[in-house]
DNA sequence: TTTTTTGTTGATTGACGAGTCAATAAACTT
DNA sequence: AAGTTTATTGACTCGTCAATCAACAAAAAA
């Protein structure tokens, strides 16, 4: 009995199962058909909607970066002054729901996705674009002209916590990467003056 | 026409052309037929030498970790000086040798691997614990008691850096990632005091 | 010199998985 | 009512690949 309209749902629920599958087996030997099973249906109608294997990586992939883009964006909305905007991206990079054992299992398989796929290169490095001008925005009035630099290592400072998150056995621990970072922040601010 | 005392022979020339197969691909999907070709032989023989697929990618892995380990150790005994002790495991971490693209691939996916696969996480830990240990003994007569932590913080953002060079285009510069590492290290120490 | 050990590979097996297809059915259009 | 579009799947194709096997060759041991 197909109702219509289906296809956003089906995609969505694709989507969510591809990051689950991932999180779960912590590789992308992910068939195709374990995803359309975790999302109820069958692999026809994941080939149905989406072309290929691979294009059902690079929406989840996409669903990844936005949820990461609008919690930030959010984030930074409700933050008051330069000090609060930096933190805010910090707290939004580390946040529960960024920070899940699945989420970021998910993220570090992107990782190795963008080395031979294009265009997961490409959403890898837009991402990367826009944490590094989030970081100097807020760093700016903090740091004036070492501000970019210390965006960079801040960037390279939360992808670094991020790994190691997804080696330790025990449960992640956003509050402490939080700390570590802002640890890290506040040094190179403090030296800067 | 065998000749005896294949057996090393053959096992080195199959983990280094497993290192290269998964660096130039940039994954994990690896035949073993295209490392044993790469290496030179069938892929009967290299299922002879190894049992099987996964005991290769441990032995390429356990190959990269004792490279990095002499390399570290080896710049250990020529440095002097708590400062200088520190900075030869940066620059060991960021040596030509393995921050080679190819290397750093190798490292990525060999992240990946630990996350599915006990040996791997294990021998990740063995060197996340000697990376620390190194580091937090050349620390010490410098931090004293914030040793530990900034051993923790320097080694997150030596794993980031390695991160970010996967997506650069250019060819790898160890020397600005021991520069970027060398300023957190410096102003985590200025503000110790 | 027979036998055993070591080296080596072509051919084969057996499993698995991406992607296609044909068929079915319910909704929407005309 | 007839036709079209959307939803859905079981069955199938076609390829790939890890692992095994049978067989051959040469050295070493007996």
Do not use: C
Not at 3 to 15: F, H, N, S
Not at 121 to 135: G, T
Not at 179 to 189: E, F, G, K, M
Request: charge should be positive; proline fraction near 5%; avoid cysteine.
């Amino acid at each position: 009995m197909p109702k219509l309209g289906m296809e956003p749902i089906r995609k969505e629920a694709l989507v969510k199962a591809t990051i689950f599958e991932i999180g779960r087996t912590g590789s992308l030997d992910v068939t195709v058909s374990q995803i359309a099973k975790r999302a109820g249906m069958s692999s026809a109608l994941a080939h149905h909607y989406f072309g290929s294997k691979e294009d059902i990586f690079l929406a989840a992939m996409r669903h990844i970066l936005t949820l990461y883009g609008a919690e930030v964006r959010g984030a930074l909305a409700a933050a008051e002054g330069p000090h609060g905007r930096v933190r805010a991206i910090l707290l939004a990079s580390f946040s529960p729901g960024n920070f899940r054992r699945e989420a970021v299992s998910a993220w570090l398989n992107f990782w190795v996705l963008a080395q031979s796929v294009p265009e997961a290169k490409r959403l890898l490095a837009v991402y990367q674009r826009r944490l590094k001008s989030n970081l100097t925005a807020g760093l700016r009035p903090l740091a004036g002209a070492r501000a970019p630099e210390i965006a960079e290592s801040l960037g390279a400072m939360i992808d670094g916590l991020y790994l190691r998150e997804v080696l330790k056995s025990g449960p992640p621990d956003g509050a402490a990467a939080v700390a570590v970072a802002q640890r890290h922040l506040d040094a190179a601010l403090a030296q800067g003056v």
